[in-house]
Nanobody, 116 residues
């Protein structure tokens, strides 16, 4: 079974930056759409960004122009760089992989808190 292991997250001031990483235990990017989701307290999990096997990247409107989703195929790692963070970005962020082979995989979640 493939595992997704997240790192990063933490506490940051409004307007600050933070990065998240998600490492896959094997090479899956060529067959998987990788995504970042987040779940704020009391809210449903929502899609933040995705990157397809072909490299097409999409963002939720709420994070467009502030967040950058990228991947390093050699390291089997995807990244989410978050800039100009707002208190409403506070959530647990989850890495996700979808493929017809492995179906849906989730990382363990990383807490991001934006607060002064």
């Amino acid at each position: 079974q493939v595992q997704l292991v997240e790192s990063g997250g933490g506490l940051v001031l409004p307007g600050g930056s933070l990065g998240l990483s998600c490492a896959a235990s094997r090479s899956i990017f060529s067959i998987s759409t990788m995504g970042w989701y987040r779940q704020a307290p009391g809210k449903q999990r929502e899609l933040v960004a995705t990157i397809t096997p072909g490299g097409i990247i999409r963002y939720a409107n709420s994070v467009k122009d502030r967040f950058t989703n990228s991947r390093d195929n050699a390291k089997n790692t995807v990244y989410l760089q978050m800039n100009s963070l707002k208190p409403e970005d506070t959530a647990v962020y989850y890495c996700n992989a979808y493929s017809t082979v492995y179906r849906v995989l989730w990382g363990q979640g990383s807490l991001v808190t934006v607060s002064s």
